[in-house]
């Protein structure tokens, strides 16, 4: 089975523009999370989608949105970029929205200029 | 509020020798503690996860972990270290609290010296 599949794996966007990022869960898995990871620092957490609702979300600006697909696919969208926006974004599947074990993709480096 | 404080950015160990990786953990409630390994230029892998059973976890790759309540510590051990566990290591702490927060550390890259 494939894992978790996220594209693009590499973006350059220049400040005060949008990107969106996508990510496919692994098949039967209904929940979809997204992290930013800052190059040297941990995964921090911005949303989870259970059942294409939002579960959670962590502590970001109201630039930062996404959604869940009935395929339960996800998109995570970032408005206005600014330089502090450069990571690599983290979606992780799990099979429930409870703390079920997750699986990550590659990521996706986002650099913004 | 939750936390975890991983100490030591880097740690080099010698092939064979014992890794032990110190991870401390702050939580209101009882913790689900994880630890997580990621390669270079690849997202992360659980290596073990605990979720209030027993107190010694086992996870992949010959990795254990022991869940210390009186020490609020979730150190991460191999007895003998090999090439291939050169990565970075993350402590991670999250609670039953009906959603996927997930709070990591700061990470602790391993050095395997031959």
């Known amino acids: 089975d494939a894992g978790v599949t996220q594209s693009p794996t590499h973006l350059i966007k220049t400040r005060g523009q949008q990107v969106t990022l996508r990510c496919s869960p692994i098949?039967?898995?209904?929940?979809v999370s997204w992290y930013q990871q800052v190059l040297g620092q941990g995964p921090q957490f911005i949303f989870q989608?259970?059942?294409?609702?939002?579960?959670g979300r962590g502590n970001f600006p109201d630039r930062f949105s996404a959604r869940q697909f009935p395929n339960y696919s996800s998109e995570l969208n970032v408005n206005a970029l600014l330089l502090g926006d450069s990571a690599l974004y983290l979606c992780?599947?799990?099979?429930?929205?409870?703390?079920?074990?997750?699986?990550f993709g590659p990521g996706t480096r986002l650099t913004v200029t | 509020a939750q936390s975890v404080t991983q100490l030591g950015s880097h740690v080099s160990v010698s092939e064979g020798a014992l890794v032990l990786l110190r991870c401390n953990y702050s939580s209101s409630v009882p913790p689900y503690l994880f630890w997580y390994v990621q390669y270079p230029n690849q997202g992360l892998q659980l290596l073990l996860k605990?979720?209030?059973?027993?107190?010694l976890v086992k996870g992949i790759n010959g990795f254990e972990a022991e869940f210390k309540k009186s020490e609020t510590s979730f150190h991460l051990t191999k007895p003998s270290a090999h090439m291939s566990d050169a990565a970075e290591y993350f402590c991670?702490?999250?609670?039953?609290?009906?959603?996927?927060?997930?709070?990591f550390g700061t990470g602790t890259k391993l050095q395997v010296i031959p």
């Open positions: 992780a599947s799990s099979l429930g929205g409870g703390l079920d074990e997750q699986y």
């Open positions: 989608y259970y059942e294409k609702e939002e579960r």
């Open positions: 605990y979720t209030s059973a027993a107190t």
């Open positions: 991670a702490v999250g609670y039953s609290g009906g959603y996927q927060k997930v709070t």
């Open positions: 098949s039967g898995h209904k929940s």
